[in-house]
């Protein structure tokens, strides 16, 4: 017989305290059945919770080499997906909230995807011989099926300018979706014309490009980013630096070109943290990255005399992560003490079978 699921109206109305409480009481009946993975950028009421902390990947590998049977992923919907893809058949992928998404993206779909890959064949007639597809991990799984079917690969904010060698030494053009801020930074970085790196618009035709445009494109940028590092701005940098001036800055690949240019040190969320924790005591940080994450890394470094400053004036968090709160937390584990599996994700297997192919491109690349 199948067991029904608690309703989360019961946990909607509980106080932090109790949730917290239900949490840690959850968590130890479960014992090691459960692993709990936290992004960098979660909630602190959720975090301290986690087995494991790091980046998307790094947490999707991680947890495949357990033995846990639930890997409960506090992070948002493309990260449980990886986390699917890359598991033990045993293993179950759950997002505590199917809210949680990322509106970088979703700023891609395979129905744009499809119609910009059917428009360039009409202007370059064969571009599976031409472009090499590139998708940003932080993209939904059938993008990077689309990218494994293709000839094409995944990459990380570590590895992109790896993966950008990889398809250039294929094919002449790339197209990079869905942050066309990292596109831009990596192509910058491998000395590619900012002329020749052009912005593909999915909502208009050919992308709002020329025939010319598109044949005389190295790299066709999507036009899509992340709600939180755009806000980031070179007057931020120069404001600090005029009260800071012996400060450094460091920045995330998907902030705008003149953040990055105007950094100190530009990387991905595990480069910055380590980036801060390897320098010299005393040293003081603009950091342009997500708020929880700069939060942390400003109290973790108090005790070395570090100073760790975020780069906005204004309040800016993942707010898609920040819905996974101590509340969901709480009902789904108390689900799975009762046996049952709320929020599993599940990549279809035929979708999933070349998003691996285009996952282990860049595995193998990197």
């Given at each position: ?76 919907h493309f990260m449980a997906e990886v986390a699917d893809m890359l598991s033990k058949p045993h293993q179950i992928s759950i997002l505590p909230d199917l809210a949680a998404g990322c509106s970088m993206a979703d700023m891609a ?20 011989d031409i472009i090499t597809p590139v998708t940003y991990i932080n993209s939904a799984a059938d993008l990077k099926a689309f990218c494994g079917e293709h000839g094409g690969i995944v990459c990380t904010s570590t590895n992109a ?179 049952k599996v709320v929020n599993q994700i599940r990549v279809p297997e035929h979708e999933a079978e070349l998003a691996r192919l285009a996952l282990q491109r860049m595995l193998e690349v990197s």
């Amino acid at each position: 017989m199948q067991v029904a699921s608690i309703s989360f109206d019961r946990f909607n109305v509980l106080q932090d305290q109790e949730a917290q409480e239900r949490i840690r009481a959850a968590r130890a009946k479960l014992g090691d059945r459960a692993v709990l993975l936290c992004h960098h950028y979660q909630r602190a009421d959720v975090y301290q919770h986690a087995d494991l902390t790091g980046d998307s990947l790094k947490l999707a590998r991680l947890a495949s080499q357990t033995e846990s049977e639930f890997i409960v992923f506090c992070g948002v919907h493309f990260m449980a997906e990886v986390a699917d893809m890359l598991s033990k058949p045993h293993q179950i992928s759950i997002l505590p909230d199917l809210a949680a998404g990322c509106s970088m993206a979703d700023m891609a779909n395979l129905a744009k995807v499809t119609r910009c890959w059917r428009e360039l064949t009409e202007v370059l007639e064969t571009p599976d011989d031409i472009i090499t597809p590139v998708t940003y991990i932080n993209s939904a799984a059938d993008l990077k099926a689309f990218c494994g079917e293709h000839g094409g690969i995944v990459c990380t904010s570590t590895n992109a300018p790896t993966i950008l060698d990889w398809a250039f030494e294929r094919r002449e053009k790339v197209l990079f979706f869905p942050d066309q801020h990292l596109g831009r930074w990596t192509g910058f970085k491998k000395s590619i014309p900012l002329e020749d790196m052009v912005v593909w618009d999915p909502d208009l035709e050919y992308g709002g490009l020329t025939p010319e445009q598109i044949r005389k494109a190295k790299i066709l940028l999507w036009k899509g980013h992340c709600s939180v590092h755009q806000m980031f701005q070179e007057s931020h940098i120069r404001r600090w630096r005029m009260q800071h001036p012996d400060g450094l800055v460091i920045s995330h690949p998907e902030s705008n070109l003149d953040v990055c240019r105007n950094s100190d040190y530009v990387g991905s969320t595990e480069y910055i943290i380590n980036t801060i924790k390897a320098a010299p005591e005393g040293t003081q940080w603009l950091v342009g990255t997500e708020l929880n994450l700069v939060n942390r890394l400003a109290e973790e470094m108090k005790p070395e005399g570090k100073t760790v400053q975020f780069m906005a004036p204004t309040v800016c968090m993942c707010s898609t992560m920040q819905r996974i709160d101590p509340q969901h937390l709480a009902w789904t584990l108390e689900n799975l003490v009762e046996g049952k599996v709320v929020n599993q994700i599940r990549v279809p297997e035929h979708e999933a079978e070349l998003a691996r192919l285009a996952l282990q491109r860049m595995l193998e690349v990197s």
